[in-house]
């Protein structure tokens, strides 16, 4: 049996492995909802305390004795926190992030609640207010002190995939977290000095956070995520001319940065269907695209036949329908598909589509897991 790390690394240069991996937990969109996780940690009657991977989009740091469990192969490297600066005094609902942006808890169903964006501090800035906005410092200590140390243990001691995320890494979502969504989409029409100009400032912030980040753990790792939320249920949300004139030459930077300081594959997450994009992104380098949200990407089988000797697939799994109202023999059938669809020759690794949310029942992502064990053996069977 191969260990975790030579698994995932054979299907990343599409190989046969001697299963499709698997990844519950290995990064900021591939974790479970804090909610979602306390109640699979009651399931698999585990009951050590968890800890946040993310206090904004409140997920939770999967333990290794659950990934153990769920047969997981990849385990999370993220930043440290800022030591020269704290948040803002807010309301109790609220937070106010390191860029400046407030967010405000909503409460949802099943008992959970989200952290939503809610006041976004460039909403009404022009083109000279750039220079005087207080930017975050991409140099500050905290948030990689120690961290060398840390992920060299993890790297020795386990046998995991390492996958790494700066917390440096988008553009497009940054700034519509800055600047409003419909702001943001009005100023790529009416305002594009501007747009050039705020982009080139989150840009170089990631691209000097990102250095220091690797030059720290870059020899270890295996997988570097990155991405930024490009499509919607049935399109891009924007042209990919436009995409190409105002974005890709910002990717291309980002991805020559992270190629020159460690031989990692380069993950991209964008939900939606972004299948006109994938050319363009394999352009710039990417190797892995996440999440594959097949409610929006329907036809797997196509797109393994159009992209997959150039691209990996990491995820593929319905969290829209079939994870949370599913019952197991569906979550099991989906699993099944989607190994047929993209796993033959490698170049994919099982994951829900984006982070499992805390209505889906615990024996569906336990289903979800034990159904890679039982389909996922190369060869594929028919």
Request: overall charge negative.
């Amino acid at each position: 049996m191969m260990s975790s790390r030579d698994r995932v690394m054979a299907a990343l240069n599409h190989r046969e492995p001697d299963r499709v991996p698997i990844d519950i937990g290995g990064g900021y969109s591939t974790s479970i909802s804090v909610e979602g996780y306390e109640r699979l940690k009651q399931y698999l009657g585990i009951t050590k305390p968890s800890e946040a991977l993310d206090d904004i989009f409140r997920i939770a740091r999967v333990d290794t004795e659950v990934m153990r469990r769920l047969g997981s192969d990849c385990f999370p490297v993220v930043c440290g926190s800022p030591s020269n600066w704290t948040p803002p005094p807010s309301a109790p609902d609220q937070f106010i992030d390191l860029w400046g942006v407030k967010w405000k808890r909503v409460q949802y169903s099943e008992g959970c609640y989200y952290m939503e964006l809610h006041e976004s501090p460039l909403a009404r800035a022009r083109l000279k207010d750039l220079d005087d906005y207080p930017w975050p410092d991409p140099s500050d200590p905290g948030f990689t002190d120690g961290l060398r140390e840390e992920v060299k243990t993890i790297y020795h001691e386990t046998d995991y995939a390492l996958m790494a995320d700066s917390g440096f890494k988008s553009i497009w979502e940054q700034a519509f977290f800055l600047r409003g969504y419909q702001q943001l989409l009005l100023d790529l029409v009416r305002n594009p000095d501007f747009v050039s100009a705020f982009f080139s400032k989150i840009l170089e912030i990631n691209l000097v956070a990102t250095a220091r980040f690797l030059d720290e753990v870059g020899h270890y790792i295996h997988v570097v995520r990155t991405g930024d939320d490009l499509a919607a249920q049935a399109d891009l949300i924007m042209s990919p001319a436009m995409y190409r004139r105002i974005l890709k030459p910002a990717y291309k930077r980002y991805i020559d940065l992270v190629r020159s300081k460690t031989k990692a594959k380069i993950f991209f997450h964008s939900c939606g269907n972004i299948t006109r994009l994938i050319d363009e992104l394999i352009d710039t380098g990417v190797d892995i695209i996440n999440p594959v949200q097949v409610s929006a990407i329907k036809d797997t089988a196509a797109l393994k036949a159009k992209f997959g000797e150039r691209i990996t697939f990491w995820g593929g799994i319905d969290t829209q329908h079939v994870l949370p109202r599913g019952s197991v023999d569906e979550v099991r059938s989906e699993v099944r598909q989607r190994i047929r669809d993209l796993g033959p020759g490698g170049g994919f690794v099982v994951a829900a589509v984006h982070n499992i949310q805390a209505d889906v029942p615990p024996q569906n992502i336990v289903a979800m897991a034990e159904a890679v064990q039982e389909f996922g053996a190369y060869p594929l069977k028919a």
